[in-house]
């Protein structure tokens, strides 16, 4: 009575409810998986976390596109949000000596031959900890890092340390480190570690931060897309979390300009790796309610 009502066939409403049905329980799957998968990067983006979803979306059957994806992530209120950096971590008016900008132009073909530096902080109940972080350009590893409860040279000299104590040592190019001008990466003792390690020194020309784009983006990564509101209780806490989160980071997440390589993986290649990135419009991230 109610399909012929609406002129649709018996067999047809059956068939529009059992699809019904079964893209409500796909959306359910789908939901839960992302759930499982944001549980480690709660602010993955939805093009990267897409491609995570992939093999489990063909193991359940589902098929689902990005726009698809953008749209469920919508509807439930799950698209990120990016946010500014708002504690100033650079000093560069300082007497101590600068060192010009060696890498403009420099094309990467494999790991340890560009290391990028930068300082960020986390939030505590007793303050903010500054979080130094020293990234391979190459495979976008973290080989450095140290949380210190000041913003003194000492955890950028620690988190160098880290690095170097890491190198592989392999690679026949000079290893270039490149940072802002800050007094941490000028001062005496982490100069004096660069050049015992044969490690060439590179810095921004200016303020900006696209001289030193990569280091700030990986910050910006750690900050936001891993528990980015959390206010930890103390700096011991803050210290041991962020242990946890870089070695998600490193062995987890995938990058596009890497061609969806974790770090990990992507630092024991050698040779041009290909990028999936490319420049969205603006509507399209308008629509994807990143806010910069």
Same mark, same amino acid.
């Given at each position: 009575?109610?399909?012929?009502? $609406?002129?649709?066939?018996?067999?047809?409403?059956?068939?529009? /409810?059992?699809?019904?049905?079964?893209? %409500?329980? !796909?959306?359910?799957?789908?939901?839960?998986?992302?759930?499982?998968?944001?549980?480690?990067?709660?602010?993955?983006?939805?093009?990267?976390?897409?491609?995570?979803?992939?093999?489990?979306?063909?193991?359940?059957?589902?098929?689902?596109?990005?726009?698809?994806?953008?749209?469920?992530? =919508? $509807?439930?209120?799950?698209?990120?949000?990016?946010?500014?950096?708002?504690?100033?971590?650079?000093? !560069?008016?300082?007497?101590?000596?600068?060192?010009?900008?060696?890498?403009?132009?420099?094309?990467?073909?494999?790991?340890?031959?560009?290391?990028?530096?930068?300082?960020?902080?986390?939030?505590?109940? /007793?303050?903010? !900890?500054?979080?130094?972080?020293?990234?391979?350009?190459?495979?976008?590893?973290?080989?450095?890092?140290?949380?210190?409860?000041?913003?003194?040279?000492?955890?950028?000299?620690?988190?160098?340390?880290?690095?170097?104590?890491?190198?592989?040592?392999?690679?026949?190019?000079?290893?270039?480190?490149?940072?802002?001008?800050?007094?941490?990466?000028? !001062?005496?003792?982490?100069? /004096?570690?660069?050049?015992?390690?044969?490690?060439?020194?590179?810095?921004?020309? %200016?303020? %900006?931060? #696209? /001289?030193?784009?990569?280091?700030?983006?990986?910050?910006?990564?750690?900050?936001?897309? $891993?528990?980015?509101?959390?206010?930890?209780?103390?700096?011991?806490?803050?210290?041991?979390?962020?242990?946890?989160?870089?070695?998600?980071?490193?062995?987890?997440?995938?990058? %596009?300009?890497?061609? #969806?390589?974790?770090?990990?993986?992507?630092?024991?290649?050698?040779?041009?790796? =290909?990028? =999936?990135?490319?420049? #969205?419009?603006?509507?399209?991230?308008?629509?994807?309610?990143?806010?910069?």
């Amino acid at each position: 009575m109610v399909c012929t009502l $609406f002129g649709v066939t018996r067999q047809a409403y059956y068939e529009a /409810e059992i699809h019904e049905r079964k893209t %409500s329980i !796909s959306r359910m799957i789908v939901l839960t998986i992302i759930k499982d998968l944001r549980a480690e990067i709660p602010q993955i983006g939805t093009r990267k976390l897409l491609f995570q979803l992939e093999p489990h979306l063909e193991e359940h059957g589902i098929k689902m596109g990005r726009d698809q994806l953008f749209d469920l992530l =919508r $509807f439930h209120g799950l698209l990120i949000r990016r946010r500014k950096r708002l504690v100033k971590t650079t000093d !560069s008016h300082h007497w101590l000596k600068k060192y010009p900008n060696l890498i403009v132009g420099m094309v990467i073909t494999s790991p340890e031959q560009l290391w990028v530096s930068d300082i960020t902080y986390i939030r505590t109940m /007793e303050g903010f !900890s500054y979080l130094s972080l020293i990234t391979d350009a190459y495979s976008r590893k973290i080989v450095g890092y140290a949380l210190y409860p000041t913003l003194e040279a000492t955890g950028c000299i620690e988190a160098l340390e880290m690095a170097v104590n890491g190198r592989r040592n392999v690679t026949p190019f000079i290893l270039i480190h490149h940072s802002d001008r800050g007094i941490q990466y000028c !001062s005496y003792e982490y100069i /004096e570690i660069l050049m015992k390690a044969n490690i060439a020194i590179s810095m921004t020309q %200016s303020g %900006s931060p #696209y /001289e030193n784009a990569l280091a700030e983006r990986v910050n910006g990564i750690i900050k936001n897309e $891993f528990f980015p509101r959390k206010v930890y209780q103390n700096h011991k806490e803050a210290k041991k979390t962020i242990t946890r989160i870089i070695m998600t980071y490193n062995e987890k997440r995938p990058h %596009s300009s890497i061609d #969806y390589l974790t770090p990990e993986k992507a630092h024991n290649l050698e040779g041009i790796i =290909r990028k =999936r990135w490319k420049q #969205y419009s603006k509507q399209e991230k308008i629509k994807e309610q990143i806010l910069v």
